[in-house]
């Protein structure tokens, strides 16, 4: 069995839900990262900003947007400095703007990712993996990326089998 880690990025609070705003209490990545490690087991490692976006959400995805334009790495609060224990890596995280959170890309591009496979799994609402699964090719070369699973947001709690399912055939 291989050794596992489910590194993501999620946001708790307002988030777009089926055309509306909704507070979240668990973001949707986090639900997710959770449904892969209990599934096939694994480490979690939550990427997390120092600074924190907007509460906001149309704040907080135009920030978003902003970083994404100006090819931004925002400093994170803590970083894992190795892949040495692990052989698969799913990399977790809602789509905005067509692709990962910049936070995730800051922590990837840190690391030694020869022979690694790594799988992506994007929540959205609409935009599905968008541009992920090629960024992933990009940030982590020297790994193996594989089939990415895109899940709709506001279906996340209740897609807990086809996250196992996908998570399990992925090792």
Known sequence: MSRNLI????????????????????????????????????DLFQVETVKEYDASYYACI?????????KARPALKRYLDSLADYDTVFVCGPCWWGT?????????????????????LMTHEGSG????????????????????????????????KIIADWAKKSI
């Open 62 to 70: 135009e920030d978003a947007r902003q970083e994404l334009r100006a």
């Open 100 to 120: 990962f959170p910049m936070g995730v890309f800051t922590q990837l591009e840190r690391l030694d990712w020869s022979g690694k496979k790594v799988f992506p």
């Open 129 to 160: 993996l968008g541009s992920c699964e090629r960024d992933l090719r990009k940030s982590c070369a020297g790994a193996t990326v594989g089939r990415g699973l895109a899940v709709h947001g506001a279906d996340t709690a209740r897609s807990e």
């Open 7 to 42: 590194l993501y990025y999620s946001r708790r609070g307002e988030n777009y839900w089926n055309g509306s705003i909704r507070n979240l209490e668990r973001g949707n990545t986090e639900i997710a990262a959770e449904y892969i490690r209990k599934a096939v087991g694994g």
